[in-house]
């Protein structure tokens, strides 16, 4: 292949032949520990997520006693505990601009800035006004991590590890959750009036520390050759690639999609402002190439489903599933709340290990499978409840119990970790933030959508109901993910083009894999 015709199939986000093959011979051959520097990055960088996971978990407990303390109806609830999700939106939006801008690392910093103050608003809040405006400044801090901390990780990691790195997120969402949970259990016995107020304000301690600690990270590679800052990009990249060799190939394939000549080895270049993000919605949106209409559809079908198949529905109203099960002591209610964390974490944990070994497609169309199983007998246990209120139905109830620990560990082994490790790898360089933002703008508007009228939608359609809606939209999305979802385990991020865009990617792939011979391995 030519000089030029390497340049063009960059430019696509492509990667020729050749250089794929340089590449994986480079990683592929021999196995290499785990780059330390990377995993540390991406472990700074993840552990923003954490602030949304705390908010999920706090507010499902302490939604209990807010009601009682600003004595609220179920409206005014389900407004609470959903609109964060809708406030999110902002920041999400906000945060591919800003991070092409300031860039990455400093976006991270901003998000936990804005929580932090959010948090504290709502530790301090004397109304239910003032709770709602304290959830509006948090949940423009939890949009900005929720988009920027999946596009660093996956810029900023090698590929032999990206899957293993880019689930971290979720790693630490799945915390979060587990540690507002343990935050409800250890403040409830505190007196009304101060025990929510204590559940809530606590989240900002954490964002100060991670502040702080994103501060000692580099800033990505991609964002730094965006801006012209080659030197810096380098030396970054040499630190968290698997060896000197891939770290020259990914320069060159970021320089290429960033239409900087191969050859250029000035430290400081000069850029054009299509490198700042300039045109990228027009790309995206208006006049899209079939690839990135492919992967528009893709990246924003994931987090669809992600959030329609109901998670935020049983994470956040656990304690009102227990309830309609038969368990009513609040202690209890709120124990059984914690096995749900607990079960989540743990699974996550076991998908971070299996992402870059099993491949995405197995593990996520195994997940949802999985998903779709665990609500329907969830549905069935509910209605066998409902229909036998007058006497307690202890199998059914024990049923229930184990469909919702069940569906958490399905969705933690697959859907919720992939969703973000994929979103954030498929786009290419130049459209990767705003294609994110988008995804991520989906996921929240979903989640704000199901966690503001589960109450109502269990009043209209019982609660069972509602369960065997979410299976139906779990299966429909199982079969989305078994047309559209092409397996991304392995390939560069600059090589992802060759994978989207074709009627047949499937046999695309296939066409890829007899060619190239070790592309189908893990790099």
Same mark, same amino acid.
């Given at each position: ?12 986000g492509e990667t020729p032949k050749a250089v794929t093959e340089d590449l994986e011979s480079s990683v592929a051959d021999k196995k +290499? ?21 705390? $908010? &999920?978990?706090? %507010?499902?407990?302490? !939604?209990?006693?807010?009601?009682? $303390?600003? =004595? ?19 920041? !999400? ?5 800003? !991070? ?12 936990? /800035? ?20 304290? +959830? ?19 810029? /900023? ?10 689930? @971290? ?29 204590? %559940? ?10 991670? *502040? ?41 394939? &970021?320089?290429?999609? *960033? ?12 850029? !054009? ?20 209409? =492919? ?18 529905? /049983?994470?956040?109203?656990?304690? +009102? ?8 002591? $609040? ?7 914690? *096995? ?15 992402? $870059? ?30 229909? =036998? ?20 560990? @399905? ?26 933002? %988008? ?20 009043? *209209? ?6 369960? @065997? ?11 989305? @993910? ?25 046999k695309k792939a296939r066409r890829m894999e007899r060619g190239d011979g070790n592309e189908s391995q893990g790099n």
């Amino acid at each position: 292949m030519s000089e030029s015709d390497q340049r063009l199939a960059f430019s696509a986000g492509e990667t020729p032949k050749a250089v794929t093959e340089d590449l994986e011979s480079s990683v592929a051959d021999k196995k +290499r520990p785990r780059n330390k520097y990377a995993m540390a990055c991406a472990l700074l960088a993840s552990m923003t997520s954490i602030l949304l996971g705390y $908010d &999920i978990g706090v %507010m499902s407990g302490a !939604s209990i006693y807010i009601k009682k $303390d600003l =004595h609220l109806n179920d409206l005014k609830v389900e407004l609470l505990v959903g609109s964060l999700n809708l406030y999110s939106l902002l920041g !999400s939006f906000a945060a591919g601009r800003t !991070s092409d801008w300031i860039g990455r690392r400093y976006t991270i910093v901003l998000a936990g /800035v804005i929580f932090f103050a959010g948090a504290l608003l709502m530790g301090f809040a004397t109304n239910y006004a003032f709770l709602m405006f304290g +959830r509006f400044v948090a949940g423009v801090g939890v949009g900005y991590a929720l988009m920027i901390a999946p596009v660093y990780t996956a810029e /900023v990691s090698p590929a032999s590890s990206r899957g293993f790195l880019t689930s @971290f997120p979720e790693v630490f969402i799945n915390a979060g959750i587990l540690l507002g949970y343990v935050s409800n259990y250890g403040f409830s016995r505190l007196r009304l009036t101060l025990g929510w107020r204590l %559940m809530l304000g606590v989240g900002a301690v954490p964002s100060v520390f991670l *502040a702080l600690g994103v501060l000692a990270m580099p800033e990505s590679p991609r964002w730094l050759v965006m801006q012209g800052r080659l030197g810096e990009a380098k030396k970054v990249l040499d630190k968290t690639s698997d060896s000197g060799e891939e770290a020259g190939l990914r320069l060159g394939e &970021i320089k290429a999609a *960033a239409g900087i000549p191969e050859e250029c080895n000035e430290d400081v270049v000069k850029v !054009s402002n299509r490198s700042h993000g300039e045109g990228v919605w027009r790309e995206l949106l208006v006049k899209p190439t079939r690839m990135v209409r =492919h992967i528009l559809i893709a990246g924003v079908g994931i987090h669809f489903f992600q959030q329609a198949s109901g998670i935020d529905a /049983v994470v956040l109203y656990s304690p +009102r599933i227990f309830d309609k099960a038969g368990i009513t002591n $609040d202690d209890q209610k709120l124990l059984a709340t914690v *096995a749900v964390g607990f079960v989540k974490t743990m699974f996550i944990l076991v998908a971070t290990f299996l992402l $870059d070994r099993v491949g995405r497609r197995p593990l996520l169309l195994t997940s949802v499978g999985g998903m779709v199983a665990a609500l329907a007998v969830l549905g069935f246990g509910l209605t066998v409840i409902d229909q =036998h209120s007058e006497q307690r139905q202890v199998w059914a109830v024990g049923l229930c119990i184990a469909m919702v620990l069940c569906y958490v560990a @399905f969705f933690s082994i697959g859907m919720g970790p992939i969703t973000w490790v994929y979103s954030s790898e498929i786009f290419p360089l130049r459209l990767r933030a705003q294609g994110t933002s %988008m995804g991520v703008a989906v996921n929240r508007v979903v989640s704000g959508v199901i966690s503001t009228t589960f109450l109502s939608l269990s009043d *209209a359609m019982t609660i069972g109901g509602a369960f @065997f809606l979410f299976a139906g939209i779990a299966a429909c999305g199982w079969g989305f @993910f078994w047309v559209a979802l092409p397996e991304t385990q392995g390939k560069t991020l600059e090589e992802m083009g060759l994978l989207f865009g074709h009627l047949n990617w499937k046999k695309k792939a296939r066409r890829m894999e007899r060619g190239d011979g070790n592309e189908s391995q893990g790099n």
